[in-house]
Antibody, heavy 124, light 113 residues
């Protein structure tokens, strides 16, 4: 079955960076997009960006431009999200979620499935 | 950005009764090229990631019970649970995929009365 398995919880200090991984199985990794969405305590779900797992092209939300980098390793069927210059407001659960591509082009679409989530805590 | 506004923030419904959740977008998410509404609904239970229920505003994902239904067009949408079951206790979110940034509603918490 299609499954996304994320790396474990992280605790970081303000100003540091964090890199979260998302290993995909059960489908052809390069045929789909991978999105990253975060959920801060008491806040709504927030889309961070996507990567075309086939060619590596990315698109980021303006809210994270310059701080987020999404990459992938096709040999490992794994996507990564790195967030830099962390601040306390970045404390959240970070999710990867599969998106749709058609003929190699990402379609803005729904997310299915989602990874189990990775809690990132930013605290001095 | 398209702002998604859900109402109510929470509701308590008796088992077997109907639950209705509303979602309003700040601009239309109906695409004129294919007459489809770019709107999805998710269910999130405590400690779990969101789970896709409905896409294209009214198409149920495979395996989703038929007591869940979506309706609406343009800027106003509704998720209806026709007969609430105990396992439906969760937070429900709408999401637009008409344009980036992809955006979500604030969520509606459904509880048992």
């Amino acid at each position: 079955q299609v499954q996304l398995v994320q790396s474990g919880a992280e605790v970081k200090k303000p100003g540091a960076s964090v890199k979260v991984s998302c290993e995909a199985s059960g489908y052809t990794f390069t045929d789909y997009a991978m999105h990253w969405v975060r959920q801060a305590p008491g806040q709504r779900l927030e889309w961070m960006g996507w990567i075309n797992a086939g060619n590596g092209n990315t698109k980021y939300s303006q809210n994270f431009q310059g701080r987020v980098t999404i990459t992938r390793d096709t040999s490992a069927s794994t996507a990564y999200m790195e967030l830099s210059r962390l601040r306390s407001e970045d404390t959240a659960v970070y999710y990867c979620a599969r998106g749709t591509m058609v003929r190699g082009v990402i379609l803005p679409n729904w997310f299915d499935p989602w990874g189990q989530g990775t809690l990132v805590t930013v605290s001095s | 950005d398209i702002v998604m506004t859900q109402s109510p923030d929470s509701l308590a419904v008796s088992l077997g009764e109907r639950a209705t959740i509303n979602c309003k977008s700040s601009q239309s998410v109906l695409h004129s090229s294919n007459n489809k509404n770019y709107l999805a609904w998710y269910q999130q239970k405590p400690g779990q990631p969101p789970n896709l229920l409905i896409y294209w505003a009214s198409t149920r994902e495979s395996g989703v019970p038929d007591r869940f239904s979506g309706s609406g067009s343009g800027t106003d949408f509704t998720l209806t649970i026709s007969s609430l079951q105990a396992e439906d206790v969760a937070v429900y979110y709408c999401q637009q995929y008409y344009t980036t940034p992809l955006t979500f509603g604030g969520g509606t918490k459904v509880e048992i009365k």
